[in-house]
Antibody
Framework: QVQLVQSGAEVKKSGSSVKVSCKAS????????INWVRQAPGQGLDWIGG????????NYAQKFQGRVTITTDESTNTAYMELSSLRSDDTAVYYC???????????????WGQGTLVTVSS | QSVLTQPPSVSGAPGQRVTISCTGS?????????VQWYQQLPGTAPKLLIY???NRPSGVPDRFSGSKSGTSASLAITGLQAEDEADYYC???????????FGGGTKLTVL
């Protein structure tokens, strides 16, 4: 059974950056993609972007282009999402989720991490 | 404003059937892209419920079913149980945005 374990909660200042990790156990991510989704307090789900794990091919939502970088480390079976120029409205729970068959844009998210709360303060 | 439109809330009594709609457009659901549904219990991560319109992952009861017609999709839950009380989200791909899109979410209350 695959498990995605994310790094712990972060408190950041406006204008800084945050890097969240997502480590897979119970299986390799080589045949999959990883998508990142966030959820602001009391709000719905918002897609940030995704990466095809073994190729490093990325797609980002237009609203995050230029501020987000998604990477992988095959040696540790870990994906990362870094968001820069943080603002107060970036305060949210950030989730990683696995996508089968490299289908990061049109596919489904079958396993999710537990979420990482990022709080941005001024 | 979400690209995919869901009702904010629905409710039903135990044992009843409820449906949750997800209305899109010609650049997402209407273009033939797959629709997925997720269930999010309070304080937890979303869980995949239905994928590619009507397929259920292993472990998801057959009380949950999905359908699609034109630019809309629906999630039906039969034999409603108290444990079904959660938020439900639809998801697809939008070619105009070139990205993954979610509905705004629907809160299901079991009366």
């Amino acid at each position: 059974q695959v498990q995605l374990v994310q790094s712990g909660a972060e408190v950041k200042k406006s204008g800084s950056s945050v890097k969240v990790s997502c480590k897979a156990s119970g299986g390799t991510l080589r045949s999959y993609g990883i998508n990142w989704v966030r959820q602001a307090p009391g709000q719905g789900l918002d897609w940030i972007g995704g990466i095809i794990f073994v190729f490093g091919t990325t797609n980002y939502a237009q609203k995050f282009q230029g501020r987000v970088t998604i990477t992988t480390d095959e040696s540790t079976n870990t994906a990362y999402m870094e968001l820069s120029s943080l603002r107060s409205d970036d305060t949210a729970v950030y989730y990683c989720a696995r996508v089968p068959y490299y289908d990061i844009l049109t596919g489904y998210l079958d396993y999710w991490g537990q979420g990482t709360l990022v709080t941005v303060s001024s | 404003q979400s690209v995919l439109t869901q009702p904010p809330s629905v409710s039903g009594a135990p044992g009843q059937r409820v449906t949750i709609s997800c209305t899109g457009s010609s650049s997402n659901i209407g273009a033939g892209y797959d629709v997925q549904w997720y269930q999010q219990l309070p304080g937890t991560a979303p869980k995949l419920l239905i994928y590619a319109k009507s397929n259920r992952p292993s472990g998801v009861p057959d009380r949950f079913s999905g359908s699609k017609s034109g630019t809309s999709a629906s999630l039906a839950i039969t034999g409603l149980q108290a444990e079904d009380e959660a938020d439900y989200y639809c998801q697809s791909y939008d070619s105009s945005l070139s990205g993954v899109v979610f509905g705004g979410g629907t809160k299901l209350t079991v009366l």
